[in-house]
């Protein structure tokens, strides 16, 4: 097991490299926000991976962040109430649609979450006068904290926002993945009869981890939403969903840190690569992934676990 | 209070056209070691299974502490009292053994607490002791998955055990563990049990664990009980020795 303190000082290390690099590229601040923001999201799909589950529909809960604060941004421009109100309509919907899906396992799990997240899709595309379709809906910077700022230190503060979410929701992730609750859920991989013949309903366990999953989609939405500031039906597309899926994938599911790795790799890549080949961006994406799944299954953070010879990539953290 | 802790009366169960239970009644009484022997296919596990919520018996009834159970989710009936170790190891394998056995400590006190580490000092403290008594305190940081057959079966054993049953149901606990090693764990086990006075059900193939530790036999045959009473009484039955007990030897 990785030790706490190797692990927080790798978070410490990712983080002021996070402000390193925005203060000497000021173009990266967008980039980076995003990354976290997906990240946070990501974080969500880790908890359901423990339990041997991959969800295709996940994007549909950081949608539904998103579109919480462009609906509320008029109203209450304010970014302190829209990201709590944008979790918890996450959160919500997480709980209506987990009641029905923790009830299938494997491959009816994702695809399940596929198919709801399409009726999302379509409902956001087609309910015009509500969602303005694939327009989609400007947001206007909303206040922080009761200032408004002006764009330039708008940005920072979405920065700062979004990594102090990031690292909150890291450590949190890293105490429910220790927990019992955490340690169930990778129980239902493995021998899910046991756990109801110890008095726990499996169901309930992979219930919490859904629904929190959900909320963090939630968060990550809203950061999305309020720093690209235009919100589409296609953050809750299929294509969305499995890119969070990737970059699970890429950065690995062993530790609470492996999101945000992959969220920077993949938004690093996808932006150089397409700058530089426009056209073949998605194939070095694929290739990407292709090798990490072949030759570092443990994805980032399973390679710097292993440089580090402390850590045991796949083993809960 | 009756001396019964559990009653079945009258429990048939058909896999198509198998019956694995064609008429059971049984009383489990209080405090008892009751063993069930039966040649493979008898129905011994289909008993258990029905017992605990796996199985939904076609007719009959189950009582515990003069209650209906049936119709209840295993985990209900779990949380009832009654606990269960499988003929098949059920271990989460990518576990380590202490972990197994402390995340059956912390349901039993309920797993909802999701900021409390599993391994925090009361429940490590608590598995690490669990785990001595069945002796495998040697083996708490290994993985679940790279333990030999016998060990696999007592962990399995300390995880029902972790929840504090009233009644214990036990299937083939000694099978897998190594002859010479055999009667030391079951004395251990059967220690454990009577000192916390827990009610034990437990199949069993070895006539020598029963006659030494049941308090009791049912010998089961075709879905049905043909024989219940002293180990002493019933293993000297020339039918019963004819049909189960040879057959058992060259089981
Ligand atoms: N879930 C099931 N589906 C179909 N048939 C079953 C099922 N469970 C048990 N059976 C059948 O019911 C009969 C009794 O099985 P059971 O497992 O109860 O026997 P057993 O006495 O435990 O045998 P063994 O000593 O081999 O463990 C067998 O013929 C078995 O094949
Ligand atoms: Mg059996």
Sequence with gaps: ?317 | MSGALLEARGLRLAFGGVRAADGIDLDVLRGEFLAIIGPNGAGKTTFLNMTTGYLRPQAGTIAYEGESILGLAPRAIVRRGIGRSFQLPQLFTEHTVLENAALAVAAREGIWSPLTPLLRRRWREEAMEILARFGLAALAATRADALNEGARKLADIAMAVALNPRLLLMDEPTSGVAAAEKMAIVETLVRVLRESGVTAVFVEHDMEVVERFADRVAVWSQGRIVALGPPGQVLADPAVQREVIGIERHA
């Design chain 1, 1 to 317: 097991m990785m030790r706490r303190g190797a692990e927080a000082s790798i978070a410490l290390l990712g983080a002021a490299g996070v402000l390193a690099a925005a203060w000497a590229a000021p173009w990266l601040k967008f980039v980076l926000t995003i990354a976290l923001a997906k990240g946070i999201a990501v974080l969500g799909i880790l908890l359901l991976l423990r339990a041997g589950q991959v969800t295709f529909g996940h994007a549909v809960y950081l949608a539904a962040g998103a579109y919480t604060v462009a609906f509320l941004a008029p109203s209450a421009g304010e970014a302190f109430l829209l990201l709590p109100v944008a979790a918890l309509v996450s959160g919500l919907l997480g709980l209506v649609v987990g009641l029905f899906v923790v009830r299938y396992r494997d491959i009816f799990f994702g695809m399940l979450n596929l198919a709801i997240s399409m009726v999302f899709y379509s409902l956001l595309e087609k309910l015009y006068s509500l969602t303005r379709g694939t327009d989609g809906i400007r947001v206007e910077p909303p206040r922080i904290a009761g200032f408004s700022l002006a764009l330039e230190d708008y940005v920072w503060a979405m920065l700062i926002l979004a990594l102090v979410l990031a690292v909150g929701f890291g450590v949190l992730v890293r105490a429910y993945l220790a927990s019992p609750m955490g340690q169930a859920l990778a129980g239902i991989k493995t021998r899910e009869t046991r756990l109801e013949f110890m008095g726990v309903s499996a169901r309930r366990v992979l219930l919490a981890a859904y629904v929190l999953s959900a909320l963090m989609g939630g968060v990550g939405g809203a950061i999305v939403g309020m720093t690209t500031r235009h919100v589409t039906p296609l953050l809750a597309y299929w294509t969305s969903s499995g890119e969070l899926v990737f970059i699970a994938i890429l950065g690995g599911a062993g530790a609470a840190l492996g999101p945000f790795l992959g969220a920077v790799g993949y938004e690093l890549v996808r932006v150089y690569a397409a700058a530089s080949f426009a056209e073949a961006w998605q194939a070095i994406l694929g290739a990407v992934l292709l090798l990490v799944i072949l030759f570092a299954p443990g994805g980032l953070w399973g390679m710097i676990s292993g440089l580090l010879g402390r850590g045991r990539p796949g083993r809960p953290a």
